[in-house]
């Protein structure tokens, strides 16, 4: 019964947001003003060869990233995208949730724990990720699809509905989608929870890649909690990195080499359920899969560097 408490409590607040993508998705669409609001994103969609509505998503994700994948959601189910666009307009969601990380983690925890200098560096990691997915964005929509002709008003209706009809008709369109949704969101985490009750994530050892990468003895335990909790292995390796013991350089081995397992762990406990109750498991778990992939690859990179320079 413990482990259903605590998914209700996990899951509610995320469903609660996918419910009100989902709504306000149906709701632009009904008063047909999606154009006017994905005007800002604009520049960026058309770079990639994307569909108007993309825009309108990026738009909501600058507040929630869930909410913008709920109204993409209702739009590939009212065929206004397909699986690939889907999939690289989910991608683009995820950018702003970068720059919302520089004010509420990276300043704010980040730096005071690393120092000015190694924590400009790794909040700066996060950065080029963010980059990276931008620019593998363009090149697969430039390379998958032509250049739009269309505008968003040919397939919004000419008149705007009243706003209580509009409401109506988004709420009934979307019940059947919501309560699919919902479900497998449930269920997806609940057995994301059981998993790790049974020790399955904490399992994952992290000393055959720190002795891979010659990582410093002392610091073994905060890369450790670092996989389990990042601010933890922050607070952990911040004393080291202010009293001498450890080099900005290799404190920033340390996160590199904690990422490359923290990211798979973040994926399987929290991006596969939201994404799979979005999009069904193969999509859904595509988007998953080359996301956490491209921030490994970068993580990996900037890793090499750093043992180069070391």
Request: charged share 10%; with cysteine; proline share 5%.
């Amino acid at each position: 019964m413990d482990i259903f408490i605590r998914t209700l409590e996990f899951t509610v607040p995320v469903i609660t947001t996918i419910f009100v993508g989902l709504f306000i998705a149906g709701l632009l669409s009904e008063l047909g003003i999606l154009s006017s609001i994905s005007s800002l994103a604009r520049p960026l969609v058309v770079i990639a060869n994307l569909p108007e509505v993309c825009a309108s998503s990026f738009v909501l994700s600058l507040g929630s990233t869930v909410a913008a994948n709920g109204m993409i959601a209702r739009f590939r189910e009212d065929g206004l995208v397909e699986d690939r666009e889907v999939f690289l307009c989910a991608m683009i969601n995820s950018i702003p949730a970068y720059i919302r990380e520089i004010f509420t983690y990276q300043i704010p925890v980040v730096i005071p724990a690393l120092g000015l200098a190694a924590g400009s560096i790794y909040g700066l990691i996060f950065m080029v990720t963010a980059l990276v997915k931008i620019v593998l964005v363009i090149i697969l929509g430039r390379t998958m699809f032509h250049a739009r002709t269309y505008r968003l008003e040919e397939i919004q209706p000419k008149a705007r509905p009243a706003l209580a009809r509009a409401a109506w008709k988004a709420l009934r369109g979307q019940a059947r989608i919501f309560t699919r949704m919902a479900l497998v969101y449930f269920f997806v985490t609940l057995l994301v929870f059981a998993m790790n009750d049974r020790g399955l994530f904490g399992a994952l050892s992290v000393l055959p890649m720190a002795d891979l990468f010659g990582v410093p003895s002392e610091s073994v335990v905060p890369l450790a909690s670092y996989v389990a909790s990042p601010t933890l292995g922050l607070s952990m390796l911040g004393p080291m990195v202010h009293s001498g013991s450890l080099s900005s350089i290799q404190a920033l081995i340390v996160l590199m080499v904690g990422s490359m397992f923290m990211l798979p762990v973040f994926a399987l406990r929290s991006m596969v359920p939201n994404y799979t109750a979005l999009f069904g498991p193969k999509l859904g778990l595509s988007v998953v899969a080359f996301s956490t992939g491209v921030s490994i690859l970068v993580r990996f990179i900037f890793l090499m560097v750093f043992l180069r320079i070391s």
